[in-house]
Nanobody, 126 residues
Framework: QVQLVESGGGLVQAGGSLRLSCAAS????????MGWFRQFPGKEREFVAS???????SYSDSVKGRFTISRETAKNTVYLQINSLQPEDTAIYYC????????????????????WGQGTQVTVHS
């Protein structure tokens, strides 16, 4: 059974940084596209970043240059480094994994992912 557990969220001042972690269990993440999404209150989940099995990365325009997605295969963990945090980054952040290996089509859509973590809250105050 696939489980994804996010951690690393918290309360941070504007301009600060956080590193979110997503620990996967049940199967290795090295052959699957992984994604990070975030959800604002009353809104749909929106794409933040993704990383494919071969290390290719994609970012939404709103976070490009500030967020970095990475993977540590030995720990079966995906990270999201968030720098220069702004109050508008306040949201619940989720990691997700595809069910089908070596699949990278449409990484921006939540429906492209089959497994989700419980989310971690990031709150940025000015």
């Amino acid at each position: 059974q696939v489980q994804l557990v996010e951690s690393g969220g918290g309360l941070v001042q504007a301009g600060g940084s956080l590193r979110l972690s997503c620990a996967a269990s049940g199967r290795t993440l090295s052959t699957y596209t992984m994604g990070w999404f975030r959800q604002f209150p009353g809104k749909e989940r929106e794409f933040v970043a993704s990383i494919t099995w071969n290390g290719g990365t994609s970012y939404s325009d709103s976070v490009k240059g500030r967020f970095t997605i990475s993977r540590e295969t030995a720990k079966n963990t995906v990270y999201l480094q968030i720098n220069s945090l702004q109050p508008e980054d306040t949201a619940i952040y989720y990691c997700a994994q595809r069910r089908i290996p070596y699949s990278a089509a449409n990484p921006y859509r939540p429906s492209s992912y089959d497994y989700w973590g419980q989310g971690t809250q990031v709150t940025v105050h000015s």
